[in-house]
């Protein structure tokens, strides 16, 4: 009710966290505008939807009808919107701030966790959809399902996917949580593992008494939080023996046992056994928010996928190629070898973007054990999502450190002329990161198609 009569401005409304509150917010009724630094997919989609973006930014954005104004982590102090909004005394409030607000409204299902979250919340989107729940979701990527990030629902669930980078997660209070994994991710931001699962337990130790959190009792880290006195209801899930729900496989059929007891089957519609967790924390999560099993199973079987999430973009001359947003080693590692395994035959060509300085650095001797699945590796710049170069952390480097027999560093006016000669029939190429790397990928098919 209140909302109808907002007008809200996003500073940075293109970032993959802010399109789909923006939308979220303009579906709502509110009057939205933003400003982005420039014009991508998102940032044309929701122009196509009618709300003003300008490019660049500018105090003169901050219009005489705002009265509240949305920024996220990547906005920094001296930004002149931010600025203008601080000298004029607007309501000024955090993405995840603002996410839970609107999630307060509703019964709240958060996807948290280092890797994984996006299809973990596309598939609950999908069950919860399937069931005819029509809940509002906000996702960090663009879901198949609705071809957006957030959709705007009529029930009384709310799915969110969690952003744990710069600790803004606990401004979220949800009823059930889905964890996923915890790995040594953004450690800029937290300085050490240590915080890091400190800053998850604190997080989880927000659910109502009524409430439960559904994690993959695979990962160490997250069965060392949950073993540290945690008292609210939890359950575990994964492959390993000793969880509540054991995951059990044969040939691509994934069977689940709760309590020694056949829990149900599946197949997965997204290749890689890390899918199939991914699929099974969402299944627990929506058995325990009181779906049936056979609308759970329907809903699976029904889904849509994620953008830039094992996506195949196309082929050429028998050349497959694909896109992931895969970026930290254990990703990238895992999805090579699901990769491996489903194309044995196939010479697998990895052309990989680092995104952020930190990361590289933090993460190096990872990402140096993450390629060796790969026939052939060629490394990008970093996409340096802000960050200010680090000296010796860079591209160039890490391909002469890398033990790969074939790895190379190439630049971005290079990508056609190296890879129209290159690539056979047979290959797979994968295109690889958070960054804009998919977007070589996809001119790339488009010069091979059209040479």
């Excluded at 540290?228 to 209801?233: D, E, L, T, V």
């Excluded at 001119?443 to 091979?448: E, I, N, R």
């Amino acid at each position: 009710m209140y909302l109808k009569n907002k007008n809200i401005h996003f500073i940075g409304i293109g970032g993959i966290g802010m399109c789909g509150l923006a939308e979220l917010l303009y579906n709502s009724g509110c009057r939205v505008t933003g400003s982005d630094l420039q014009e991508g997919l998102e940032v044309f989609r929701l122009k196509k939807l009618g709300i003003p973006v300008f490019i660049g930014h500018h105090s003169s954005h901050i219009d005489s009808q705002t009265d509240i104004v949305v920024f996220s982590s990547a906005i920094k102090k001296d930004n002149v919107e931010l600025q203008e909004a601080q000298r004029r005394y607007l309501t000024i409030i955090h993405r995840a701030e603002a996410l839970a607000e609107m999630m307060r409204l509703k019964h709240g299902i958060v996807v948290a966790g280092s890797h994984g979250k996006t299809t973990t919340t596309a598939f609950l989107a999908s069950l919860f959809f399937n069931a005819g729940k029509n809940p509002t979701v906000v996702a960090g990527g663009r879901l198949d399902l609705f071809q957006s990030t957030a959709h705007l629902g009529k029930s009384k669930w709310f799915i969110a996917e969690s952003d744990e980078s710069d600790g803004s997660f606990h401004h979220l209070f949800p009823e059930l949580v889905v964890l996923t994994n915890i790995d040594d991710d953004h450690l800029d931001f937290y300085g050490s593992l240590f915080e890091m699962k400190k800053n998850f337990y604190d997080f989880l130790k927000k659910i109502p008494f009524y409430g439960a959190v559904i994690a993959c009792g695979d990962c160490k880290n997250v069965r060392e939080i949950l073993s540290q006195g945690f008292s609210r209801q939890f359950y575990l899930y994964g492959f390993s023996k000793n969880n509540d729900f054991v995951l059990k496989k044969k040939k691509d059929q994934y069977f689940v046992y709760y309590k020694n007891k056949k829990w149900t089957e599946f197949t997965v519609p997204l290749k890689g056994d890390y899918n199939a967790l991914n699929a099974l924390g969402a299944m627990i999560c929506a058995y325990t928010a009181g779906l049936k099993k056979s609308k759970i199973f329907t809903g699976l079987q029904n889904f849509k996928g994620v953008k830039r999430r094992r996506e195949f973009k196309g082929s050429y001359k028998g050349c497959l190629f694909y896109d992931d947003y895969a970026h930290h080693p254990t990703e990238l590692l895992a999805l090579l070898s699901s990769f491996k395994k489903e194309f044995q035959d196939r010479r697998l060509i990895a052309f990989f973007q680092p995104h952020r300085y930190t990361r590289f650095q933090s993460c190096w001797a990872g990402f140096l054990k993450s390629f060796d699945l790969a026939d052939i590796l060629y490394v990008l710049p970093v996409y340096p999502a802000g960050e200010e170069p680090i000296d010796h952390i860079n591209s160039q480097n890490f391909v002469k450190q890398i033990k790969h027999k074939k790895a190379y560093f190439i630049k971005e006016t290079e990508v056609y002329s190296t890879f129209s000669k290159l690539l056979k029939e047979k290959d797979v190429f994968i295109t690889l990161g958070a960054g804009s790397v998919y977007s070589y990928g996809e001119s790339l098919l488009s010069k091979l198609k059209q040479a």
